[in-house]
Each structure stands twice: as structure tokens, then as C-alpha cells.
């Protein structure tokens, strides 16, 4: 396995564990939201929220980059 393969790989291990982390804290904020008595009433998130996640997002993809640059020099 050549190193593109097992950076690939473990990339997407990482970011599955990632992804179902994300995920959990998600939903243990709305399990206490909930206990905590807020309404109960779904709510869409709100677009600007979606963009700031989404910079916030592609500011760690930017730094993996320059990372692996960095590393092959």
C-alpha cells in the first residue's frame, strides 16, 4: 500500500470518528435542552449558523493541506 493509499484511508477513519462524534454532541445539546425545559418544537438551523460551520470546516481542511506541504518539503 503505497503512502496516498494509507492517507486516504486514514482520513476516512478519521473522519468517521469525527463525523459520529460531531454527531453525539449534537444530539446530547438537544437531549439537555430538553431536559432543561425548552420547547419542543423543531427548528431549522439557521443559515448563517450553517455558513460559519462551513468556513470553520474548510479553515481545518485549508490546514490539513498546508500541513502535508510543509511535511514534503
Known sequence: MNPKQKGVIIG??????LGALGGYLF??????ARS??????????PPGEIVKLFMSI???LRGVAELGERLER
Open 12 to 17: 476516512a477513519i478519521l473522519g468517521a470518528v
Open 36 to 45: 432543561e425545559g425548552a420547547p419542543q418544537a423543531a427548528r431549522s438551523v
Open 27 to 32: 444530539t446530547r445539546g438537544l437531549e439537555r
Open 58 to 60: 474548510m479553515g481545518v
